[in-house]
């Protein structure tokens, strides 16, 4: 069974500073992938960026970047520079080799303040 | 050109009825999946097509039955509706290999009077 936990249900951050949003997850697969998405107000699924579980580098996608810390099981979203389009709920997922299924945590809610 | 197209977008309907939601999906994808997404926005997977087998099935009522009629096309019927099958029902697809991201679609927000 996989399962993700996101403590966060709301942040907020001033526009143009950075903020980290945090994502813990837990799985028996030695093989994995973890992906965030965004979820803006008008309700369409937006994908950001993927970290494999043999990556030897955190994933970079522009301003987004995840903080990779394997023995801690942890896949932190940055994002850098924040806008006030970035204003949204976050969702962190997993998925097994084999699964072909997305495991989503609850979200964190995200407001960015001019 | 939309990748991942869901219709209707929004569904009212009284209880006890009967209706369909429809997913097409044009990348070319092997995968297809159908997710619920809850009140409190949480997102649960309902079920999974690969090649137009049924891969994923989780716990749900059998009132729900997807179709798939070719790869590209992943329909979900849902018989005799009650209050709580009101939430916002995704469809997304994949390749369906390890490191390739699910896209979705738009979502259809089924209210249930």
């Known amino acids: 069974a996989q399962k993700i936990t996101q403590t966060q249900p709301g942040m907020f951050v001033q526009e143009k500073e950075a903020v980290t949003l945090d994502c813990t997850y837990d799985?028996?697969?030695?093989?994995?992938?973890l992906f965030w998405y965004k979820q803006p107000s008008s309700g369409e699924m937006i994908f950001l960026i993927y970290?494999?579980?043999?990556?030897?580098q955190n994933a970079t996608e522009g301003r987004y970047s995840l903080n990779f810390q394997k023995a801690r099981k942890s896949a932190n979203l940055v994002i850098s520079a924040s806008q006030l389009g970035d204003s949204a709920m976050y969702f962190c997922?997993?998925?097994?080799?084999?699964?072909?299924?997305?495991?989503f945590g609850k979200g964190t809610k995200l407001s960015v303040i001019p | 050109d939309t990748a991942v197209s869901q219709t209707p977008k929004y569904l009212v309907t009284q209880m006890g009825n009967d209706k369909s939601i429809k997913c097409e999906q044009n990348?070319?994808?092997?995968?297809m999946y159908w997710y619920k997404q809850d009140s409190k926005k949480f997102l649960k997977i309902m079920f999974s097509?690969?090649?137009?087998?049924?891969?994923i099935n989780e716990t749900v009522p059998n009132r729900f039955s997807p179709k798939s009629p070719d790869k590209a096309h992943l329909n979900l019927h849902i018989n005799s509706l009650e209050l709580g099958d009101s939430a916002v029902y995704f469809c997304?697809?994949?390749?369906?290999?390890?490191?390739?991201?699910?896209?979705f679609g738009d979502g259809t927000r089924l209210s249930i009077l």
């Open positions: 997304a697809s994949s390749p369906g290999h390890l490191g390739q991201p699910q896209h």
């Open positions: 799985t028996s697969d030695p093989s994995y992938g």
């Open positions: 970290q494999g579980s043999y990556d030897q």
């Open positions: 997922a997993i998925t097994g080799a084999g699964s072909y299924q997305l495991t």
């Open positions: 990348l070319g994808h092997d995968t």
């Open positions: 097509y690969n090649n137009k087998e049924l891969i």
